[in-house]
């Protein structure tokens, strides 16, 4: 009695959502957390990831009721080939792909063809992976540098990051974060005296820092705890950032939150 009702309040459910003739749900382009799956499969709705790039047409693995996994991006399709490129002592390497599915080259653009095909005709992803002992393949990161956004979008943030640096003469450096969130943000450092010997960065502004932040702010900052804590330099910082912004490809680009570090990064502090 107990299961009849169920199904159908899980049928009314799919009913009210537009999904009641739906034979199979699948998501792409960005991963789902787990629990957001496990949601959506107690309304009897198992949601299936795929995984593929557009010089693939599409997805390139799939799954199955009978071949499900949680974390997986699925197993290879039927005639096609997946391999994992240059492993490293944990099984992970470049994803590649190759099939009848891929594409036959960029138009007209030899040159970026030859590198995203190989002379054995598998395209190189650019994402890092692994296969697991079921064949499920696992995306463990990125070689190529790509923010991908919890809606799907593919950010570049290199380009982003050197017209922020432009733009805002104080700030020693700037790292874009907003892997599948909603939108980006961007933790920022100033320009530092640096031990010349060690290359540990210090606390107190350049000559160039302090000049650019008295004629924004008006006030003579000497540190970047001083920086880090007046509402003004903040102001300043935002007005740079919105002028980013403007120039930015898309709006999914657009860095709408910040945070000021009082320690420029380096190399001996571990950040670089």
Do not use: W
Request: hydrophobic residues 40%; negative net charge; aromatic residues 8%.
């Amino acid at each position: 009695m107990y299961s009849v009702a169920n199904f159908l309040i899980l049928s009314r459910i799919k009913q009210q959502l537009g999904l009641d003739q739906c034979l199979g749900f699948f998501f792409g382009a960005a991963p789902l957390k787990k629990a957001s799956i496990e949601y959506f499969g107690s309304l009897d709705m198992v949601l299936f990831n795929l995984y593929g790039m557009s010089e693939t047409t599409g997805a390139f693995t799939i799954q199955t009721f009978s071949k499900f996994s949680f974390s997986a991006a699925g197993f290879c399709m039927e005639g096609c080939d997946l391999m994992i490129a240059n492993p490293d002592e944990n099984g992970e390497g470049e994803i590649c792909m190759r099939g009848r599915n891929i594409m036959m080259g960029y138009l007209k653009n030899e040159t970026a063809t030859r590198e995203t095909i190989d002379s054995q005709g598998y395209v190189r992803s650019g994402d890092r992976g692994k296969i697991d002992a079921d064949g499920f393949l696992n995306i463990t990161g990125r070689i190529k540098e790509l923010i991908i956004t919890a809606g799907g979008e593919n950010i570049a943030p290199v380009p982003v990051e050197d017209t922020f640096k432009l733009e805002c003469g104080a700030c020693s450096n700037i790292m874009m974060v907003g892997e599948q969130q909603r939108f980006m943000a961007a933790f920022i450092t100033f320009k530092v005296d640096v031990d010349p010997k060690s290359g540990v960065p210090s606390h107190n502004l350049t000559s160039e820092a302090k000049s650019i932040l008295k004629e924004q702010t008006g006030l003579d900052l000497k540190t970047t705890d001083e920086a880090v804590a007046e509402p003004k330099v903040s102001a300043y910082v935002k007005r740079c950032l919105e002028a980013t912004n403007k120039k930015s490809v898309s709006r999914a680009a657009h860095i709408r939150k910040f945070k000021l570090l009082p320690e420029d990064f380096s190399i001996p502090g571990g950040e670089l």
